[in-house]
């Protein structure tokens, strides 16, 4: 069973606006959403005025546990900040972006790309079904999560199975961008 750590808060560090009061740490493969029960149910718990961590280092998962946590981030009233601790990729990728604020540390790496699935026992034809579906579904999730943070070219590539990775200063510059575009869009509504 993969489960995630909860920890004490940390001490401030100088730089943050505020200090997370749960922390919660995807440092091996995501696993099952069941694994993530404690997770959900503090989310969709949390109050305004709450800051929840998740810190990231891992290769990736199960892409169900990932759908889950995006919808309980969407759902929750607290500030989600996601911390690029190492390696974050897959699965990884799309919680990590789903969060309301993005850390970036020094040497951390992503790595986006199209899914992977295993179908072993199944009959060819629910195989093909399974796969044209879970595709589909992938697309969709993946021009919603990366849409800010990539443009639809890229997203495109990344779908045909192209491999993209990003160095901790890239992956900055893009949410650096996309944090603009977010003001230059709020300042033309007002």
Avoid: W
Avoid at 6 to 32: M, N, R, T, W
Avoid at 72 to 99: E, N, P, Q, W
């Amino acid at each position: 069973m993969h489960k995630i750590i909860k920890s004490a808060p940390p001490p401030v560090y100088q730089g943050y606006a505020q200090s997370p009061q749960l922390h919660f740490y995807f440092y091996e493969d995501i696993g099952d959403p069941v694994d993530y029960c404690e997770l959900i149910h503090t989310l969709d718990h949390a109050g305004e005025g709450e800051t929840i961590a998740l810190h990231f280092a891992t290769d990736g998962g199960a892409m169900e546990s990932a759908i889950v946590i995006l919808h309980a981030i969407m759902r929750t009233k607290a500030h989600v900040v996601g911390y690029a601790d190492g390696g974050v990729a897959s699965a990884g990728t799309i919680i990590f972006l789903a969060c309301h604020e993005h850390i970036v540390e020094p040497f951390a790496h992503f790595l986006f790309h199209d899914g992977t699935q295993g179908n072993s026992g199944m009959k060819f034809n629910e195989s093909v079904k399974q796969a044209n579906a879970t595709s589909a579904l992938y697309a969709s999730l993946a021009y919603s999560v990366y849409g800010q943070f990539f443009d639809n070219e890229e997203i495109e590539r990344i779908l045909e199975g192209v491999d993209c990775y990003l160095t901790s200063d890239e992956m900055r510059r893009r949410i650096e961008k996309a944090i603009d575009d977010q003001l230059h869009e709020v300042e033309t509504e007002i």
